[in-house]
């Protein structure tokens, strides 16, 4: 029986307008299995207008009304847990065991983590500046927020949009995925249930849905999570009209792995870091860079790991990732190990794995030079290409020598050398000795064409306000 997923707008659940519709493809059959609205400009209207009424009176709410309200939401997405990991599962074809502990666990918490961000919004000064007068400052929401959300973590993604936005007071119209919209309804649901009509909306769509989004004249702030072109195109019509923009776009993290490191503990980290969800993460260990000396050893474990990484069916715990999310994301993943140039060798994978569904061989490819499109562009699928180095600077320049910048890693036992990479790798974020661990309370964000503006943290927070001075004469 096909499944019918539909809007919320304005405390309501509803077809869009004009009755046109998208099919929602389970990737683990490569089969439909429901249909979700393909909305238009008259149903992104709707949504902005409810937010925009909605939100004076959000605004006005207390942080300590705004936090009871989160607090309220996050318990009820921890009672319909079930629900929450079989609608992202059914979505995304991820093993069901994973997405609850390492998605929807983390997702929970986050939420609680803005919850608490709620009653902390403030000025950081008050007092005399010039004779005869004080100023304040002031820490307001910006207002209503355009929030558009990636396939490859649609819940988790939608938590990091909207959790921020509201707990500072913001009105909310977030748009899923057209491939991934079951746990965004899902949650709408949930929501509806705690907080006034419009202040949450959620509207189905595709690129074009997105697009009048960030176009429409009612949002202060568009945030999006996506490719580098969404990205680019949604800061150029921003532009526009003067909106604020907040992009987590692109990745290509380096692994870089020095002589002196534990190399059985970072095969087995990074096989998780690099293959996770398919490899289908922004900050996945895509690129992984050998010290010389022990390059050949390294690959030959990572090889072997590789091919023991099962992939397989939602229900299956064995498995550590289930398949890549759509079939032109398959066409996309088969395509640059298609493409490998003659130099390049394939250690593991390089395969499609049965017929049925969207799934691909965990993958790894050596042999390969700093310039080959493998190693500059995101494959997001689960492929890891391994280079070699002969000293520091060397994996520095290799490290830095892509246009992505969000995440990487250091693998050493040498403290000196690894706060030195720290400080050279040019990335938002640089592990050492792990890779792809996050926190509620630290940032995530990246650099160059990875984006701008923070997601998660007091940072991701301060990113859904305004600061305003106010300046009296004594």
Known sequence: MSTTFRNYIDGVFADASDGRTLDVVDPSTGEVYATSPLSGQADVDAAMAAAAAAFPAWRDTTPSARQLALLKIADAMEERADELVAAESRDTGKPLHLTRSEELAPAIDQVRFFAGAARLLEGRSAGEYMDGMTSIIRREPVGVCA?????????????????????????????????????????????????????????????????????????????????????????????????????????????????????????????????????????????????????????????????????????????????????????????????????????????????????????????????????????????MTVQSFSDEAHAVAYANGVDYALASSVWTKDHARAMRMSKNLDFGCVWINTHMALVAEMPHGGFKKSGYGKDLSAYGFEDYTRIKHVMTSL
């Open 147 to 383: 929030q558009v959300a990636p396939w490859n973590y649609p819940l988790l993604m939608a938590v990091w949009k909207f959790a921020p936005a509201l707990a500072a007071g913001n009105a909310v119209v977030l748009k899923p995925s057209d491939t991934t919209p079951a746990s965004t309804v899902l949650i709408a649901e949930i929501i509806g249930q705690i907080l006034p009509k419009g202040v949450f909306n959620v509207i189905c769509g595709d690129r074009d849905t997105g697009r009048a989004m960030v176009e429409h004249p009612t949002p202060a702030m568009a945030s999006i999570t996506g490719s580098v072109r969404a990205g680019i195109q949604v800061a150029e019509s921003a532009a526009k009209d003067v909106k604020r923009v907040h992009l987590e776009l692109g990745g290509k993290a380096p692994a870089v792995i020095f002589e002196d490191a534990d190399l059985e503990k970072a095969v087995e980290d990074l096989v998780v870091g690099g293959f996770f969800n398919a490899g289908q993460d922004c900050t996945a260990a895509t690129r992984v860079l050998v010290h010389e000396s022990v390059h050949d050893e390294f690959v030959t474990a990572l090889a072997k790991a590789a091919a023991d990484t099962k992939t397989g069916q939602p229900d299956d715990e064995d498995v550590l990732y289930g398949p890549l999310n759509n079939a032109n994301q398959l066409k996309q993943v088969s395509g640059f190990i298609d493409r490998l140039p003659d130099h390049a060798k394939i250690e593991a994978g390089g395969h499609r794995v049965g017929e049925k569904g969207y799934f691909y061989a965990a993958t790894v490819v050596s042999g390969l030079q700093q310039d080959d499109e493998i190693v500059q562009n995101e494959v997001f699928g689960p492929v």
